[in-house]
Antibody, heavy 119, light 112 residues
């Protein structure tokens, strides 16, 4: 069974940093592209970042480019999101999601970790 | 960015009805190379993570009931739910996977 378990969320002040993790199990992590997607409270879905299976290709949404860094450790089956210069508009539930072979489609999702940016 | 416009934003239905949710993209999602449309649909129930229903516009994900039907091509797409059941009450999102992914704003399916 595919499982994705996010952690690292919490309350953080504007301008500070936070690092999220996502531990994967139930599939060969190193074979799949991975993503972070967020959902602000009561709002819709926003894709944040993508990393290919071997980390060769990395893409970001314009709203986080230059502030967030996606990375992965295939030996540890773990996906990361380093977030810096956080803003109130970054407040959201952050999901990690596994891709498929048909482009950036999100076949499996974790339960999410909540990031709240507030003073 | 490709902008995805979903309609309606909410829909009240009775069990057993057939419902249609529309999604329009600001540019074509049809690849000229392989004639595939890069459009996906997700279902999100309250308090749960989204679930992939359909990708490539009409390919049902494994385990998804066949009452969920995706159709359309180019810039106009539809999710049809035949004989709606109480368990189908949820938010539905379209997403293009032609380029950097973007989602529609969602459609809330409610009980009449």
């Amino acid at each position: 069974e595919v499982q994705l378990v996010e952690s690292g969320g919490g309350l953080v002040q504007p301008g500070r940093s936070l690092k999220l993790s996502c531990v994967a199990s139930g599939f060969t992590f190193s074979n799949y592209g991975m993503n972070w997607i967020r959902q602000a409270p009561g709002k819709g879905l926003e894709w944040v970042a993508y990393i290919s299976s071997g980390s060769s290709y990395i893409y970001y949404a314009e709203t986080v480019k230059g502030r967030f860094t996606i990375s992965r450790d295939n030996a540890k089956n773990t996906l990361y999101l380093q977030m810096t210069s956080l803003r109130s508009e970054d407040t959201a539930l952050y999901y990690c999601a596994r891709g498929t072979t048909e482009g950036i489609v999100f076949a499996y999702w974790g339960q999410g970790t909540l990031v709240t940016v507030s003073s | 960015d490709i902008v995805m416009t979903q309609s309606p934003s909410s829909l009240a239905v009775s069990a057993g009805e057939t419902v249609t949710i529309n999604c329009k993209s600001s540019q074509s999602l049809l690849s000229s190379g392989n004639q595939k449309n890069y459009l996906a649909w997700y279902q999100q129930k309250p308090g749960q993570s989204p679930k992939l229903l359909i990708y490539l516009a009409s390919t049902r994900e494994s385990g998804v009931p066949d009452r969920f039907i995706g159709s359309g091509s180019g810039t106009d797409f539809t999710l049809t739910i035949s004989s709606v059941q109480a368990e189908d009450l949820a938010d539905y999102y379209c997403q293009q996977h032609y380029s950097y992914p973007t989602f529609g704003a969602g459609t809330k399916l409610e009980l009449k």
